[in-house]
């Protein structure tokens, strides 16, 4: 399962469709990271495993 972030969607979904797979599915986090902090990484990361979890569940 990946985990994109906002600015890399659009790359990722051409990357899936290049590779054969035009409907891989992914979760989606804000952007960017490298400059949230520790409450907003937390948001973040729950946001991730709750989006992974249904993704996986459907």
Same mark, same amino acid.
């Given at each position: 399962?990946? +985990?994109m972030t906002? #600015?890399?969607v659009s790359a @990722?979904?051409?990357m899936?469709?290049?590779l054969g797979f035009a409907n891989y599915r992914f @979760? +989606?986090?804000a952007h960017p990271i =490298? =400059? @949230?902090d520790d409450d907003?990484? #937390?948001t973040m990361a729950r946001s991730?495993?709750?989006? +992974?979890?249904r993704l996986l569940l459907a």
């Open positions: 399962m990946a +985990v906002t #600015r890399f @990722a979904e051409l899936a469709r290049v @979760a +989606v986090i =490298s =400059s @949230a907003a990484l #937390r991730a495993a709750d989006q +992974v979890r």
